[in-house]
């Protein structure tokens, strides 16, 4: 397994502004996701970070909105640009090892946008 | 019709029942499964992971896949309070590489004591 964690914790946020989440791993991995989970929804994912290179993003989301950084193996940041209240949401870290296919997950960032 | 459907429950059982948690999708190609425990403002905790088709036991939980049916299951037996959470199955296509995964909507599992 991993230990993922994720600064910082909670935040609230005022609209328009914008937010880095950073995750922190324990060792170095090979994949690390971005996913969304807003209340009553499913885990979404946002984005796989690519360490030195652009990150993939799903359907429905964009760089402009949520770039995201992967400067080495064991680091990601993803930022949450010109914040709106829909914005409102726990934004999860996770990595796979690449040691066998289980996927971790980091404790999330509670982000309020008022 | 989404892809992985959830009954979000609350499923409210006594303590020491047997609980069974189930997801139904509707991709075929999806291969590797995994069921996961969040407890609340905690993020998910990975419980079970099986590949295809079969059973996988671990401890008081046992996650079984009929990849036909395209139906995934998880029980636990000797429920405990500390069950209570949120569990939530999650799948993917091909299991490595940049292949996220697919989540169901989660089921509020409660045990009372």
């Known amino acids: 397994s991993a230990v993922i964690s994720q600064k910082p914790s909670r935040d609230i946020c005022q609209r328009g502004t914008s937010l880095t989440i950073q995750c922190q791993v324990d060792?170095?991995?090979?994949?690390m996701f971005w996913y969304r989970q807003q209340p009553g929804q499913s885990l979404t994912l946002i984005a796989t970070?690519?360490?030195?290179?652009?990150?993939?993003?799903e359907s429905g989301f964009v760089i402009d909105k949520f770039p995201i950084s992967r400067p080495n193996l064991t680091f990601s940041t993803l930022t949450v640009s010109n914040m709106s209240p829909e914005d409102s949401s726990i934004y999860l870290c996770s990595v796979r090892t690449g040691v066998t296919y289980e996927q971790y997950f980091g404790p999330g960032t509670r982000l309020t946008v008022t | 019709q989404k892809e992985v459907e959830q009954d979000p429950g609350p499923l409210s059982v006594p303590e020491g029942a047997i609980v069974s948690l189930n997801c139904t999708y509707s991709n075929s190609a999806f291969q590797y499964f995994m069921w996961y425990r969040q407890y609340s403002r905690k993020g998910p905790e990975l419980l079970m992971y099986?590949?295809s088709s079969g059973n996988k036991e671990d401890g008081r939980f046992t996650a079984q896949v009929d990849k036909s049916s395209k139906y995934i299951s998880l029980f636990i037996r000797d429920s405990q309070p500390s069950d209570s959470a949120t569990y939530l199955c999650a799948m993917s296509e091909w299991g490595g590489g940049a292949d996220g995964l697919t989540f169901g909507k989660g089921t509020h599992l409660i045990i009372q004591p």
């Open positions: 060792s170095q991995v090979t994949m």
């Open positions: 970070a690519n360490q030195g290179s652009e990150a993939t993003y």
């Open positions: 099986t590949y």
